[in-house]
């Protein structure tokens, strides 16, 4: 579904990407994982049009997306999260997921304005849509509150609940429990089971290692902007280079 290929991004002349090459297979869940520092939500932004390689391809359905827009990505059925939320703190729980279904929301500012009945059935089925979202996530008791008096638990699950409520073709999940207690780390997991169950294609980037090898069909590790191993959860458990770079010998072994 999605390939990259050779990615690589300079910052100040340091690399943050360097020759970064991985696909993603559709309907399976695969981790980027590595220690901070290693480029992994750099990699994100770069595939979702947040921010520009320097040189490699990005590859969707067999359609170069390197260096498209973000909005045209969003309009491709590529959604995300941030590692750093990125929610509208005075808007409502409702209306931040309702964000996310902005491409659907049809482009007639006369329309907006006159709000002739098609518009008033399409706000109405967007609404819905949105609501479910909430529900998927247990958050419909939240829906009129303002984002900004929520829990950080909370408004990591708005900002999922938004990622998926158009109801993507492929999900970027950047550090989605970070912060996240025991039992809110477990609800995403169970999500993210029955995203994948229901089809989805997702990317996590995550450093919860229980949660990466619960969840995960595939694992692609970086360390210093590079691809230093890949395979399935249990390959790059017993992996000397990543068992070195990240993981750490005691703790894996274990």
């Known amino acids: 579904m999605l390939k990259v290929t050779s990615l ?10 360097s020759e970064v090459s991985f696909s993603l297979q559709r309907g399976r869940v695969t981790a980027l994982i590595g220690p901070n520092g290693a480029g992994k939500s750099t990699m994100i932004n770069c595939i979702t049009g ?11 359905l067999g359609e170069e997306i390197t260096g498209m827009p973000a ?14 939320l990125r929610l509208f703190p005075r808007l409502s729980v409702l209306d931040n997921v309702l964000c996310g279904l902005t491409v659907q929301g049809g482009k007639s500012m006369f329309g907006a304005l006159i709000r002739p009945p098609q518009v008033r059935n399409r706000e109405r089925r967007l609404r819905l849509k949105a609501m479910s979202a909430l529900d998927r996530f247990g958050l419909t008791d939240l829906a009129d ?4 008096v929520l829990a950080y638990g909370d408004r ?11 109801e993507p073709s492929l999900i970027l999940l950047d550090e989605p429990v970070a912060g996240l207690n025991h039992e809110e780390t477990a609800l995403v997991g169970h999500e993210i089971r029955a995203l994948r169950a229901q089809g989805y294609t997702l990317l996590l980037v995550e450093h919860d290692m229980d949660l990466v090898m619960g969840v995960s069909d595939h694992v692609v590790v970086l360390d210093g902007g590079r691809c230093i191993a890949s395979g399935t959860p249990d390959e790059v458990r017993q992996n000397p280079l990543v068992l070195e770079a990240y993981l750490g010998r005691t703790a894996v072994m274990a």
């Open 50 to 60: 947040v921010d520009q390689p320097d040189a490699g391809r990005v590859e969707y």
């Open 8 to 17: 690589c991004r300079n910052f100040g002349g340091l690399p943050a990407l």
């Open 156 to 166: 990591k699950r708005v900002e999922l609940a938004r990622a998926i409520v158009s």
């Open 145 to 148: 509150w303002p984002v900004d």
């Open 71 to 84: 909005y045209r990505v969003a309009h491709l059925g590529i959604a995300r999260t941030f590692q750093n």
